[in-house]
């Protein structure tokens, strides 16, 4: 009788089981529509991307059939050789060894690593050894303490925070390479979507790249811990079809727009030291300690993708930057209420 | 004439005489508690620090605390359990077990060993200065705020104001120096002090797995020395080692450190599987299978611990043949331990398993350490880890391991041993409220925590935004913290209240073969009143089946 009904409850906690496991299918099922996260390692859509998923995918089969395995083979043991109400009082069959099982399950595992090492350093090369090629475009990322500088060699000009690239189809190959350095401590670059994760070092020059298949953004965030701001180091990578991406450099090659009802505004940024860390194309501003500012208005965040990019929002920041991103090191500059609204509506107009 | 009396000593004069006697002891046995004491008391201080820390990540942008508090929280965090909570506590049990288990009467050096456990002492208690070195308490006061791999040039003076680096700086000198003083104390006890019978071959495995994490500390700990003297030189002395704008290299100080930090891994997780393999067998009523593949095992893994370091620093930039020869090195440590799992298999394999809690824990361990060891080989995959590698993915897997596997054979260590250090047993019915309860929250918590890093969280961000879908997996991550603390809860009350009223233990209550076994619990000073003569590796198995003893088959 209490036999029987144990073997009821194995069978209802074995339906239930499988229920479970058919709802998590279903809802992974559905990621694909509604995708869990934006910076989701498993969807990638990218070359670099994919190449690590399919490798992944691979060494996620061999563990999990190893943990299928071990764990049976443990949960087994624990069951099968508990000791028994009706004990006989010996000690078991005292067994010391086997040479012929160290020997077989020495030899399996490193079967094992051979081919997991081997499919492993294949993928290493063909990501890490990609070669660049001429037409590639190429990016200079720099990471500052906390936000991020885009210098676009081919084209000579700099951007912020906002990393823009042409989209790459099966009949139009166009991959990006990255220059990643680093002004003051370690960074690293991650669009999980995308790559993996690269360093910025000081004194360390690095390469990655990226061949995008969609347009659209791709989020990530610094992840190399680099001090108090660290965690609002956030990333933007806006993918662009060939023609918009054109368009967007052509945009951003051109000087600031100098629009003479702001001129207020304009003074002002100089009196106030601004222009001594922020560049504005066509103007004195040169500084090269915070982000570029010449096209601050084609940008749709501020504070290294922490805020939408709004007027309110400008202002808040400019009035104190700490205050709104703890750990920004652009300081609190003084000015009153009026002062604060020409400065903001002079970075208003550079679009 | 004749004024002399004798003079009974007051109440107050023996208590002071007490403490005065623990302060100035020299005896392995009390400072191996001293040690297990210490570390417990700074892991109950690193417990609260996860605890604030998991409050804030509950749900995307709390401010709950400020980020300057967040950053010294998780530096001390990270310190404090590698170097204050789980280094100590291993040390600890070591000190107390490896002489009785070999039948010796002390360490080698008995004075080195005080050295060393107050040398690490004042290490963790210096950490702890910096609290009070500056600034608001509320923010964290002037504790570093670097991670506990404090990558150079953050650590420069530039980057790193103040006197929290250095705080940091000299307490893990300070402490290394009592590692080191710890180490060559093993070195010598294991390799000289056996009593007569115990050739190598025939010591307890929990001895030779001391004797190898014993000889790692002598390799590892100097480099990571020589990093802090190096460091301390740039920010004091203006040298140029870390310096990039002197033409000094911040990947020097990755090396060095991880050099340093890849053995410890070894160093702390080998004394568990000391503890495993010492009580596995004895709850599984046989002999543990395979003792020579498990030494050979044990010291392959220790050498090749030495070459893995770089796996730590996939995403720095390595040549690709640079990362494939990591790669490889690290897959390689999969064998040996390997190795180590199918050998326990075979132990619990036809065995009699008693399940008290000192074998639930290692039992979980076994199961725990599993799923660590595989999320390891995917970190071992470098394209892998250019994903993984500072997620919360590698936050998750390192917890595994060192809550999942150290702290969880920890446990099993207490309450197979406290009958010994006490001479009382740990209540059966409140250990196995505590292991379940555990379980649930060490599940809850880390398992949970492997997701966000899969949807690209890194670590050490104090928050994050909506929209990125972690907020319900870190919910999960910090309500398992409600259990893990509760479980903690019921551990310290059994502890405190089998100290005084648990049941009497006698000399050997688990029915066990080590030497520990054959004295007193607690062992009286010197521990043995004449020293045993051994023929095998279970000295009191021999004794108990004369008839069938284990030297006629080893």
């Known amino acids: ?351 | 004439m004749a004024t002399d009396s004798i003079t009974l000593p007051s109440p107050r004069a023996e208590s002071r005489s007490v403490v005065l006697d623990w302060l100035c002891t020299v005896d392995h046995k009390k400072i191996g508690i001293m040690y297990i004491v210490y570390a417990l008391i700074f892991l109950v201080i690193m417990g609260c620090e996860a605890i604030l820390m998991r409050i804030q990540l509950a749900r995307p942008e709390l401010h709950f605390m400020t980020a300057a508090a967040f950053n010294r929280l998780f530096t001390m965090h990270g310190t404090t359990g590698i170097f204050f909570v789980a280094m100590p506590i291993l040390i600890g049990f070591g000190n107390y077990l490896v002489p009785l288990m070999i039948g010796a009467r002390d360490m080698a050096f008995p004075r080195l060993n005080a050295f060393s456990f107050w040398m690490t002492a004042f290490g963790g208690i210096f950490l702890y200065a910096s609290f009070f070195a500056g600034g608001s308490l509320l923010q964290g006061g002037g504790a570093p705020a670097v991670g506990w791999f404090a990558y150079a040039p953050l650590t420069s003076p530039a980057f790193s104001p103040g006197h929290g680096t250095d705080f940091w700086i000299l307490s893990l000198l300070v402490a290394g120096v009592g590692s080191i003083g710890a180490a060559v104390n093993f070195v010598a006890t294991i390799l000289c002090m056996r009593c007569p019978g115990m050739t190598l071959g025939k010591m307890p495995l929990l001895a030779w797995m001391n004797l190898v994490t014993a000889g790692m500390i002598l390799v590892a700990i100097s480099p990571l020395t020589a990093a802090q003297l190096m460091l301390m030189a740039d920010r004091f002395l203006g040298s140029h080692f870390f310096d990039p704008a002197a033409g000094g290299q911040p990947v020097l100080w990755m090396h060095f450190f991880w050099i340093f930090g890849h053995p410890e891994v070894y160093i702390l997780v080998i004394p568990a599987f000391a503890f495993i393999s010492e009580i596995l067998p004895v709850f599984s009523r046989k002999a543990i299978f395979g003792y020579p593949a498990m030494v050979a095992a044990t010291t392959g893994i220790g050498f090749v611990s030495l070459g893995v370091w770089a796996h730590h620093m996939f995403a720095v930039g390595m040549p690709s043949y640079g990362n494939a020869f990591f790669v490889l090195t690290t897959m390689v440590v999969a064998v040996p331990t390997g190795i180590k799992i199918f050998n326990w298999l075979a132990t619990l394999w036809g065995g009699k398993i008693r399940f008290a809690t000192p074998m639930l824990f290692c039992l979980a361990f076994l199961f725990q350490f599993l799923i660590g060891g595989l999320t390891g080989i995917m970190l071992a995959t470098a394209p892998f880890d250019w994903q993984l590698t500072n997620s919360y993915f590698v936050v998750a897997h390192f917890h595994y391991i060192i809550v999942g596997g150290i702290l969880f054979g920890i446990f099993g260590a207490f309450y197979y041993w406290f009958p010994k250090m006490t001479g009382r047993m740990l209540s059966e019915k409140l250990g196995k409220w505590h292991f379940w309860i555990m379980v649930i929250g060490f599940h809850l918590t880390f398992d949970f925590m492997h997701v966000p890093g899969l949807l690209g969280m890194p670590r050490r961000i104090y928050t994050y935004q909506a929209g990125r879908g972690w907020g319900v997996w870190n919910m999960i991550t910090s309500i398992g913290v409600i259990f893990q603390v509760a479980a903690i809860l019921i551990f310290v009350y059994n502890m405190v209240h089998s100290y005084f009223k648990g049941a009497v233990a006698g000399n050997d209550p688990w029915d066990a073969w080590t030497l520990e076994w054959a004295t007193t619990s607690p062992p009286p000073d010197y521990n043995f009143s004449t020293v045993p003569t051994v023929r095998s590796r279970r000295p009191l198995w021999d004794i108990k089946h004369p008839e069938d003893p284990d030297w006629k088959y080893e």
Not at chain 1, 217 to 224: D, E, P, S, T, V
């Open chain 1, 1 to 351: 009788m209490r036999k029987f009904r144990l073997r009821g409850w194995v069978r209802r906690a074995w339906r239930a089981g499988l229920l479970v496991l058919c709802s998590a299918t279903v809802s992974f099922a559905a990621a694909n529509t509604a995708p869990l996260s934006p910076t989701n390692i498993f969807a990638p859509d990218s070359t670099p991307a994919q190449s690590i998923f399919r490798i992944s995918a691979f060494v996620l089969e061999i563990t999990g059939a190893i943990f299928v395995v071990v764990f049976s083979l443990l949960a087994y043991a624990v069951i099968k050789f508990r000791e028994r109400k009706d004990d006989d009082g010996f000690e078991p069959p005292q067994v010391y060894g086997s040479n012929q099982m160290e020997l077989a399950w020495t030899v399996l595992p490193v079967l094992i690593v051979v081919v997991l090492f081997l499919s492993t350093a294949q993928v290493i090369h063909r990501v890490q050894d990609a070669r660049e090629p001429a037409d590639a475009v190429q990016v200079t990322a720099v990471g500052h303490q906390f936000w991020w500088a885009y210098e676009y060699p081919q084209y000579k000009f700099s951007t912020a925070n906002e990393l823009h690239v042409p989209v790459s189809t099966a009949q139009a190959d166009q991959p990006t390479f990255l220059k990643l350095l680093s002004a003051d401590v370690d960074h690293s670059f991650w669009v999980p979507r995308l790559a993996g994760k690269t360093d910025l070092i000081p004194n360390h020059p690095n390469t990655t790249w990226i061949d995008p298949h969609q347009p659209g953004i791709y989020l990530g965030q610094c992840a190399q811990f680099c001090g108090t701001a660290h965690a609002n180091m956030l990333l933007r990578v806006y993918v662009q079809t060939p023609s918009d991406f054109q368009r967007w450099v052509h945009q951003q090659e051109q000087p600031a727009v100098n629009d003479p009802s702001v001129a207020i505004g304009r003074t002002l940024f100089i009196a106030k030291a601004c222009f001594a860390c922020h560049t504005v194309r066509g103007t004195i501003a040169a500084g090269k300690v915070g982000p570029d500012l010449t096209h601050l208005m084609s940008r749709d965040t501020i504070a290294s993708g922490m805020l939408p990019n709004t007027p309110e929002n400008l202002r808040k920041w400019i009035q104190n930057p700490p205050a709104v991103k703890e750990g920004a090191l652009m300081p609190k500059v003084d000015m009153t209420d009026e002062q604060l609204t020409q400065i903001t509506a002079y970075l208003e107009t550079l679009k």
